[in-house]
């Protein structure tokens, strides 16, 4: 039995985890602007 398989979830999936890669990579590398941090209260 096969089952056909929808290309466009395949291509959102596979962009979800590239986005989640990218994302971590920019954290341990790059300067992250103002509106990315904690507010920092006093």
């Known amino acids: 039995m096969t089952v056909k398989r929808d290309q466009s979830l395949?291509?959102?999936?596979?962009f979800a985890i590239l986005a989640m890669v990218l994302s971590s990579a920019i954290a341990f590398g790059g300067v992250l602007p103002a509106w990315m941090y904690h507010a920092q209260l006093p």
């Open 10 to 14: 395949d291509a959102l999936r596979g």
